[in-house]
């Protein structure tokens, strides 16, 4: 092992050693080296959404830094290791609408195809236009449309494989200073609007963050309920008769949104709360955030373990209480 502590390069600050780390400067340059390189690679950019075990990595660790914006031909093309909120900012300065309700999101720009980031009412499932992939297996770069990509609900075919490695995102976004249409009623509520009604870019995005930053879920180093891979369970999607067995169990419906298939997605935070969990619940040195049941958090000097730990209680009571197991939402290196 090269004795590199990866905690360093993810937002829980937890991680053991890699057994060599490099830092790529370009997408093409990471290909290069994951090309080049012996056994196991892993690659890594902004890490914020992923739980490196206490024994590290045995392999390769590619750190891709690079980054890099160019629009041209109705479309705007980011590059995987563009820091993302710096990207969303740009979008609302150049009058581009489509993913100013994605602010205050931490990691890469190629991380977000692969978990199908959302927030707000958007996902970037609505403005990916193409993504561009090497594919390891066949070592070609070919575009993928979104079709390919099958995104869903935090999904797609990249989650989970280490076959794909996404390049750059191609965005189609509209040329307007209003937002889209606010779908999210705790957003619409903050700007003192309607579900449906659009507001001035900036607004959304300066709505957004506040938001956000009341949850914790903006990067600070000085504050722990931060240390985290933001929401760390993926609010589960049911079966119309389990959500009437949960609501049985429950006493009552807990707060749900219709999903795809005459399914029903229902909120995480909600059961977590309602298993027991209360806010800045403590294992050790890892501990529910102080602001938000949904992040799992490093208080300071926790392990993979120790987190991973609290993260089997909570959805382990929250299965025993209510029929319903909560999936995480971070990629997990063993």
Request: with cysteine; proline share 4%.
């Amino acid at each position: 092992m090269s004795g590199k502590a990866l905690s360093e390069y993810t937002t829980l600050r937890v991680g053991g050693p890699a057994r060599e780390l490099v830092e790529a400067a370009s997408s093409q340059e990471a290909v290069a080296v994951l090309r080049a390189a012996s056994g196991p690679t892993l690659l890594l950019a902004g890490g914020s959404n992923v739980v490196i075990g206490d024994a590290g990595f045995d392999g390769t660790v590619v750190v891709l830094r690079g980054g890099g914006i160019v629009r041209r031909d109705g479309v705007v093309r980011v590059e995987a290791g563009q820091v993302w909120d710096e990207f969303v900012a740009w979008t609302v300065a150049e009058g581009l609408s489509g993913v100013e309700c994605l602010s205050g999101i931490p990691g890469s720009a190629g991380a977000t195809p692969i978990q199908n980031v959302g927030a707000y009412g958007q996902e970037v499932a609505q403005t990916i236009a193409s993504v561009r992939v090497w594919d390891r297996e066949a070592d070609e770069v070919r575009d993928w449309s979104p079709a390919e990509c099958g995104f869903a609900y935090r999904r797609s075919v990249f989650k989970h494989s280490s076959r794909f490695v996404v390049l750059s995102v191609d965005f189609a976004l509209t040329e307007s200073g209003l937002s889209g249409p606010i779908a999210y009623a705790e957003l619409a509520k903050r700007l003192d609007v309607e579900v449906g009604d659009r507001v001035p870019l900036a607004a959304a995005r300066a709505a957004v963050v506040e938001l956000r930053r009341g949850k914790g879920m903006v990067l600070d180093a000085g504050d722990h309920d931060t240390w985290s891979a933001g929401s760390f369970f993926t609010n589960p999607v049911i079966e119309q008769a389990v959500f009437h067995e949960l609501t049985e169990r429950a006493g009552g419906e807990p707060p749900h949104w219709p999903a795809d298939q005459g399914r029903v997605k229902v909120s995480a935070a909600w059961l977590i709360g309602a298993a027991g969990f209360a806010k800045g619940y403590r294992r050790g040195n890892a501990g529910l955030s102080t602001k938000h049941t949904l992040a799992l958090t490093n208080r300071g000097g926790a392990s993979a373990s120790e987190l991973l730990g609290l993260a089997d209680e909570v959805a382990g009571e929250v299965e025993a209480k209510f029929g319903v197991r909560l999936h995480p939402e971070p990629v997990m290196v063993a």
